[in-house]
């Protein structure tokens, strides 16, 4: 594989500006094709912009994105999900009153941009039901198949998020704070769980949790201000003294 054909997301000279604030200030990155990628940085960094940004929930006021070589900078965020690039939101997107095989399955039918498709029979929708099965299975949560997602705990919701996010078939993964408001436990489970998800799939994401950080990211950005201050490998930023100043040494996200 080329250096190019390698690189799955590339952001060139990424900004975005509301009035006179700049949130996003000429972010450029390239994101390996099959590696966790981190986003991190202390409160008010843009993270969570960027993330809108090459998700289009906003619109750059300047710079490209590029996915798959593709410049998908006009593209609309339906338009993007179909090509393959799906975000897990920090609040959960789950339906509360719908059950877990429920959720995951109005996740299938939704995939490519497809109708929910409400008024198909019970029966041609129960033919769902196998995959929908498969992808709850690998976030562990089969042993509460037709429980009502009101009901989960808050570590085994965002489990079901993440079931209904990857039942997309995501090429690349965006995670928003995936163990926010989790206890230790919840934490290590969906650690292990974002691991297993990338074993197959390239996984950005935007984590507060240096211990989840230093645990999973293959390649770490570290954002203050709007401005990408560092990159590299956790060992490598850690001991940046930029790093060190802007961030590890004040309150986290």
């Not at 965002?158 to 993964?173: G, H, V």
Request: glycine fraction near 8%.
């Amino acid at each position: 594989m080329n250096r190019e054909s390698d690189i799955i997301l590339a952001t060139k000279a990424l900004s975005k500006s509301f009035g006179g604030f700049v949130a996003v200030n000429s972010v450029s990155i390239n994101v390996r094709r099959g590696s966790i990628h981190a986003i991190i940085g202390p409160n008010g960094a843009g993270k969570t912009t960027l993330f809108n940004l090459l998700t289009k929930v906003h619109q750059p006021t300047s710079g490209t994105i590029e996915f798959n070589g593709r410049d998908i900078t006009p593209l609309s965020s339906p338009e993007i999900a179909r090509l393959g690039l799906v975000r897990s939101f920090q609040i959960s997107a789950i339906f509360p009153a719908l059950t877990v095989l429920q959720n995951v399955r109005i996740a299938i039918q939704n995939r490519g941009g497809r109708s929910f498709d409400f008024w198909r029979s019970k029966t041609s929708l129960n033919r769902l039901n196998d995959e929908a099965e498969k992808y709850i299975a690998s976030v562990g949560l089969e042993d509460v198949l037709h429980a009502t997602a009101a009901d989960l705990p808050y570590g085994r919701r965002r489990a079901l998020e993440i079931a209904t996010t990857i039942a997309r078939e995501p090429e690349l993964l965006l995670l928003d704070e995936p163990t926010a408001g989790m206890g230790s436990e919840d934490v290590d489970r969906t650690t292990d769980l974002i691991k297993k998800c990338a074993a197959d799939r390239t996984v950005i994401m935007v984590e507060h949790n240096l211990g989840v950080v230093a645990r999973l990211a293959d390649t770490i950005t570290v954002q203050v201000r709007g401005q990408v201050v560092a990159e590299g490998s956790y060992d490598v930023v850690s001991n940046s003294p930029i790093v060190k100043q802007a961030y590890l040494g004040t309150d986290s996200e």
